[in-house]
Every structure is written in C-alpha cells, then in structure tokens.
C-alpha cells in the first residue's frame, strides 16, 4: 500500500464509520422488513408456486401487489423498499414481463404484446434463476469476505443466473437475500464510481458481482467489521475526469493561483456563445462557424474540450506522469480575458497540489481521461484527493501547500440558447408561418419563455444569417438581441405585460421627460414594425412575456385588426395620437407566453384568440432523465406529483400542474437529494398551498400523509422534520410513496438531454 493510498484511507475512516453508525440504526427494522419479504417472496416460496400462482404473484399487473411491486414501490409498514436500494426508473419492461393495467394484455421484452403462457415462460425462468443464485449465496455465506475472489464471484453467478444476471431486479433481490455479499447500489454505474472515489479499480463489463465483493472488501477492513450487512452510502453518481497538460510547475503555480485552466490564442475572440451549446456536436458546429474567420491556426479539440467541460468534473494538471495539482470544474462556466495571451478560461477550485505519479503519462492537450482507457489512473485522483484536500469527499476543502487559498473566479455569463432540432420549435416556427404570431400556454415551469426565445432565434438565423440557430457567430447573436448604431432595433424585442402596461409603452403615447414634460415616444411593438418595414428582407421577433397578465383590448387597440396575417401589409389605420399611417408588415412575428394557472385560455378576448395559433406546453419528465438521482427517480416522481394534481384538483388540474424546470438548474436536473429537498421546501410547498388554499384534504391527497407522506395532516403544514439532516432515509420513504407504476413509462426525449427552462 503507497503511502498515498494509506493516508487516504486514514483521512476517510472517521467519516465512514459515522455513515456507518447511522446506518445501524436502521438494522432492527431492516431486519423486520426482509423477513416481511422473505416470507412472502423467499426462494422457497417462489418455488413452491406453479402456473397462474406465478402470473399473479411475479410480475407487475392489475392488482398492484406481488414480487416486482414490492421490489420497486412498496413503502408501508409492512415492507419499505426504500431501506434496500433503489431499482427505479426506465420502464416495466426491465422485469421482462409486465401486465398493462389500461389494456389487461400482457408483455414480454422481444416478444410484446404477448400471450399468457409467453409471459409464464420469462417469469418461470426468472424465478428458476433467482432460485439458483440464492443457492449460490447459501455455500458462499459462511465464507469471510476477505477470502473471496471478486472475479470468481461473478462467474459463479453469471453461471447461476445467465439470462439475468446483470438485472437491476435480480440484485436487489439478492440483496434483501443476502446483504453480507451483496451491496444495495443496484446502479451498476454508480457502483463502479463508488470504488472510484474510494480509491480502487472497478471491473467492467458488467460485473456488478464482482464490485459487490470488491467494495464490501474494501469497507470490512476500513471498518473492522468482518461481517457487514450494510455499508457506509457512498452514494454519489459518476463524474468524468479531464487531463490538461501545462509546461512544468511554474505555468501550474500560476493556473492555480488564478484559479482556472486557460488556453489559446488569442487571436479567437471571446466564445461564450459557442460554449453556450449543451451537446459536443452543436458545440463543435458553431467552433468551426467561428473559427473560419481565424488566420491563426487553432486546435479544434483543445479548444472544444474547454467549453464541454460541466461543473463538479475534475481536472488534473500534469506533465507526463507527474500530477503538480487536482481540482474540480466551477459553475461559473467559460470566461474570456482579452488582454491574455491565452484568453479562453474555466474557472476551477483547486483542490490540493500535492505532486505525485500517475501509472501512464497523460496524453498532450486537454483530454478526457476515459475510465475505460485510464482506470488505473483515475483511482489515484480520488486518492489524492482523499489524502491531500481538506476534509473528506464530499466536502472537500482548497488544501494548497505553501500558498493563501485562491479565490474563485466569477464570470458574467449571459443566458445562452441550446441545441436546436426540438419539434417544440418545429410547432412554433408552423405556427408563425400560418398566422404571424402563436402563444405558448401552459402550466409553470414548462419552458415556455425559453422555448420563446429559442424559436426567436431560429427564425432571425435562417431567415436573416440563412443558417441554422448553432451556427451563429457570437456577433450574429449579439445582433439579433441588440442593437447597433446602423441599426436600432434588435431583431429581437421583448417587453413583459402586468397590469400597469399600456397602449402608450406598446405602440404610442406621451411619456414624462426628465425636464418635467412630455414626449411622444414609440412603443416596443411600433420601433419593431417600423424597422421591418425599413428591413422587408430580414425578420423581427416581438417576444410577449406573460401576456394574459395585461389588459389586451387596451394594449393592443388598432392593433387587433392589423396583426391578422391577410391584413399585413395592405390594411393601414392612422394611429390616434400621432396621426401616422400605420400597418404591420408580414415579416414581423409575435411569440408570446402565457402561464394557464393565473388564467385559462378560454378568458382571453375572442377576436386576439382568433387571430393567434396557440401551442401547449404540458410538464416533459423525460427532461429529467439525465439526472443521477437515483431515489427517487425524478421523472418518475414528476410524474406521480402531476398525476395526483389532476385527480385531486378536478377540472382545473390540467393547468395547475408543476413543470420539469423546476426540478432543473442552469438546464440541467438535480442531481442530489438535498437540491430536490431544497425545491421542495421553497418552491413547490408555497406553490401546492397557493393551488389549495384552505383544503387540507387536497394536499393531503397530492403528498400523502406522515409517516409515508410529505403532509403532516395534524398540523395542517409540510413534514419539516422529514428535511433534517440526519431524516434522509425517512425522506425517501415520503417520496417514492406517491410513485406507481403507471408512472414509470417515461417517453424518451426527441432532442438534446437536457434543455435549459425559463
């Protein structure tokens, strides 16, 4: 054992053993619940039943109980699934065999739907399967751990299991059968990053079974527990790893102390818009947009790896072997400096430069390091990070030796677009070309001002740049959302309705002067028009925030009659207080936006509804999927929230329903359990008291009630208690008790995985 690795185990121990300790305390009724399942769906129970007996007690089906329910959803007094590891997300089908509640038929994975006697078939030979295992598991289990071979291990159960082995199912059912030799982290991703970052090498390949061992190995020695049936929840998801070579100890000295990684030339100019792009392909699109214009020769690769680069990933700094230091990628994103040689920056918080060697050098640039190609040296990160960072994972302190900690740079980032291909924006650019102007309505957090402004400048690039949206250069955007001396009016305006707007800040009206008078001043909408007119070749966007929040017979005016599309540009009125002919042309677009549980739609006035193409936006889970949340599952949860909103609030829960932005940070979902919690508490509370007011029974039924539920009935309020720090285990139990398992068909996203929401 290095000296490293010894000091990164000695760092480690005081707060594994706290995990631990936590954990213990849920042995007894732990105990309680595997001998409730056991009972129930024990080995020799499986075996004992035959035919139909199988169909009724296995698979998930109209009743709502038996085997893969209970794995999966049950959390009650009798047996909380939740205590054992979570199986949730994709679909039923994972079981291979599921009976649809809608359509009473069955289906068989390859082979739906199908006939009752396929589906016994797969659940015969699962229950033969998990029978076989457990047998396994019994001539193992009096062996001490430390004796076993982690690769003959999989093996043998690779043997005892072929088909489904690698099931998430299977292992959570060998868990509650056996937890001394298999672990409860059922994500076989999650898994192999669990020995990552603790410093050890994880199989590949699928072999979960072999990191069981591998783990409980590495835990019985550090605890002194030669015997475990529960380890410490190191349970973080994966996070990816990048090498970025610098010219010896002095340039890394001054990465460090600027607290970045930066790179050249500078003869590219600032890239934030580029970096701006969610998938490397859109992003590498709009770099060779930018970089056409560019005499001086630049690396693609360097520079793309750059921008890809998400928060919380980890970055070493080295020079072949040697590692000069370790930290981790800020959320602050790309920043430009001009007056550097090497202008293009990525903030970092560096974590320890404590030199050490990897196993192979790093290769030239800025690279991934793939855990497949360098897994041996990925291991030494995390243990240097263990050794040399203040504190312990995940908790990690700036440890810099010989030096005041550097402060963490802060860059003035822009709101930027993401990828484009998303048939929201396909509808609403239909919608434009038919009618001039579209509302996009729906439930909050649903992306409707986003997907606004999205669509926005997909129309600006192709029409006035004839590209597409990824391929704008930076002063392309900034065109469109600016204007310039040669030309005043952005292509795209926005302007926000409230009660207090009116016709004057729309189209026309006199408006108070610093001196003390008036003037009259163009509106937002009047400046756009005129500058269409002016442009007939290029378009303009007008971009109405909350629209049905103003008083729009008052706003809009004459307006109504000019904006229907067969009346632009040859239908003209005199506008009242200038005395101008006015019209509106054809290439001025409206997109606005409207939030349906201040207002339904049927409210807004007949003639503007007749006139507008309106476009719904419902709560998408399937954005939600990228997250490592493990449990719950996100989009699963989503859904089962929104499900309980529409039957419990009647007729108006169609509306009332919560979108997935707002379980989503700078476009991406949460990833832990305490950001959900936090929304929870802050956002989704107040907005569940807001939609039933004085109706204790309606929260009641959308959350559930304590000890299983998130509403604490006797108080009339939320279960407070359930959100303290050492409850975490009681949360996830109130959580995963509203999911069913028509929740669970999840439809996969049609464009980019995650998609930033306004």
């Not at 199989?203 to 380890?231: C, G, H, M």
Request: hydrophobic fraction near 35%; charged fraction near 25%.
């Amino acid at each position: 054992m290095t000296e490293m690795e010894k000091l990164a185990r000695e760092r480690l121990k005081p707060r594994a053993v706290e995990l631990y300790q936590e954990q213990l305390a849920y042995r007894p009724e732990r105990e309680r619940y595997r001998k409730y399942f056991l009972s129930n769906f024990g080995p020799k129970v499986l075996q004992r039943l035959i035919d139909q007996e199988l169909l009724e007690e296995i698979p998930i089906n109209l009743k709502n109980h038996g085997m893969d329910y209970t794995l999966e959803f049950k959390n009650d007094e009798d047996f909380c699934q939740s205590l054992f590891g979570s199986i949730g997300g994709g679909s039923a089908m994972k079981y291979g065999v599921f009976r649809r509640q809608k359509e009473r038929t069955w289906y068989v994975k390859g082979a739906d739907p199908a006939t009752e006697e396929e589906a016994l078939t797969v659940v015969r030979q699962r229950v033969r399967e998990a029978v076989e295992a457990c047998r396994l598991l019994d001539k193992l289990e009096e062996i001490p751990v430390s004796e076993l071979d982690a690769d003959s291990f999989q093996k043998q159960m690779e043997q005892a299991a072929p088909n489904w082995c690698n099931s998430v199912w299977l292992h959570k059912y060998l868990h509650i059968y056996c937890p001394r030799l298999i672990t409860w982290n059922h994500a076989r991703g999650h898994l192999e990053s669990e020995l990552y970052r603790l410093g050890l090498t994880a199989r590949y390949n699928k072999e979960r079974y072999a990191n069981d061992i591998l783990a409980l190995q590495f835990w019985s020695e550090l605890l002194e527990e030669p015997r475990l049936d529960v380890t410490p929840p190191w349970e973080k998801g994966p996070r990816d790893y990048w090498s970025f070579v610098v010219d010896g100890a002095g340039e890394a000295a001054e990465f460090v102390l600027q607290g970045c990684v930066k790179a050249g030339p500078g003869t590219v100019g600032d890239l934030t818009e580029v970096f701006s792009f969610e998938t490397i392909r859109d992003m590498e699109t709009a770099l060779k947009a930018e970089l056409l214009s560019v005499s001086e020769p630049a690396d693609l690769d360097f520079l793309k790896w750059l921008g890809y680069m998400k928060p919380g990933e980890i970055v070493v700094l080295a020079e072949g072997r040697k590692v000069y230091a370790v930290g981790e990628i800020e959320e602050a994103g790309y920043s430009y400096a001009p007056d550097d040689s090497k202008p293009h920056r990525r903030g970092v918080r560096w974590l320890h430069d404590h030199p050490y060697q990897l196993k192979t050098p790093v290769e030239f640039g800025l690279n991934p390091i793939s855990l497949k190609k360098h897994g041996h040296n990925v291991p030494l990160v995390e243990q240097s990070l263990l050794a040399y960072a203040g504190g312990v994972w995940p908790d990690y302190e700036p440890k810099l030796t010989g030096q005041e900690t550097p402060a963490r740079s802060t860059v003035n980032r822009e709101e930027a677009l993401k990828a484009p291909d998303d048939p929201v924006t396909r509808d609403i650019l239909d919608i434009l070309s038919r009618k001039g102007q579209v509302i996009l309505y729906g439930p909050p957090g649903t992306g409707k001002t986003f997907f606004a402004e999205w669509a926005a400048l997909e129309c600006v690039a192709r029409q006035n740049f004839g590209v597409s949206r990824i391929e704008l250069t930076s002063s392309h955007r900034k065109r469109a959302f600016h204007p310039t001396s040669d030309q005043p009016v952005a292509y795209i305006s926005t302007c926000t309705f409230h009660p207090a707007y009116s016709y004057e800040d729309f189209v026309e009206g006199y408006r108070p002067t610093p001196a003390g008078g008036f003037e009259l001043r163009d509106g937002v909408f009047k400046r756009a028009a005129r500058a269409a007119a002016a442009d007939s070749k290029n378009c303009y966007v007008v971009i109405i925030d909350e629209i049905n929040r103003g008083n729009l017979p008052k706003i809009f005016g004459e307006l109504i009659t000019l904006i229907e599309y067969n009346k632009r540009g040859r239908t003209s009125v005199t506008l009242p207080v200038s005395g101008e002919i006015f019209t509106v042309p054809k290439n001025l677009f409206v997109i606005a936006t409207m939030n349906t549980a201040d207002r339904s739609i049927l409210l807004l006035d007949t003639a503007l509804r007749r006139r507008f193409g309106f476009l719904e936006l419902m709560p998408q889970p399937e954005r939600l999927q990228s997250s490592h949340l493990e449990t719950p599952n996100l989009p699963s949860w989503l859904t089962a929230l929104n499900r309980r909103i529409v039957r419990t609030l009647g007729r108006d829960g169609r509306n009332l329903q919560v979108g997935h932005a707002y379980f989503m940070d700078e476009g991406k979902p949460f990833h832990t359990l305490e950001r959900l919690s936090q929304a929870l508490r802050q956002e989704l509370w107040p907005l569940l008291q807001e939609y039933c007011y004085e109706d204790a029974q309606a929260l009641a039924a959308i959350l559930g009630t304590v000890p299983n539920g998130l509403y604490d009935s006797a108080n009339d309020d939320l279960a407070w208690s359930l959100f303290e720090a050492n409850r975490k285990e009681r949360l996830i139990i109130a959580l995963d008790a509203i999911i069913e398992p028509e929740d669970k068909e999840i439809p996969e996203i049609e464009s980019a995985e995650n998609i930033e929401e306004s």
